[in-house]
């Protein structure tokens, strides 16, 4: 039950996107829609992995979610923000645009230049992920994100 729970604590939490550029330009340009979807990788035979729905994760799985983004209308770039559930420790982004918070999306940078206190902060640090979508990228109408994180 705990798993399950968990499960669809992750797919929830996923689903929740903010487009802040998107938001902000509501009025007069992007108007971008996103979704998620949440998978857990599971071994196969010898050295063969696959992607299997969220359904049910324990400690340790290895996460992945897809963000899907579809612009109806507008010109130009935008900003997809992503808050990591707290049952999540970030590893990494498929696309380098990525910048990352690990202060709650108060600031923001790429690991290797965010610290926390006295100290470089990790990818489990992370509890907000960004990417900036630009305009050659959003004029195609559509696009996916995809990040991995291990269920804590």
Known sequence: MK?????????????TF??????????????????SAVYVERSGS????????ASRLA?????????????AAG???????????????????AEDMQEVSVDGGRSWGRIGALRIGNRLATPEDVTHVRWRIPPQSAARGRGQITYSGIVR
């Open 75 to 93: 010109t130009g770039g935008f900003v997809i923000t992503n808050p990591v559930p707290t049952t999540l420790a970030y590893q990494q982004s």
């Open 3 to 15: 798993a399950i729970h968990l499960a669809m604590s992750l797919a929830l939490a996923a689903g």
């Open 59 to 71: 400690r340790g799985d290895r996460v992945v979610t897809i963000v899907t983004w579809v612009r």
């Open 18 to 35: 903010t487009t802040s550029a998107a938001q902000a330009e509501l009025r007069t340009g992007p108007a971008v829609a996103t979704d």
């Open 46 to 53: 010898a050295a063969s992995r696959r992607l299997e729905p």
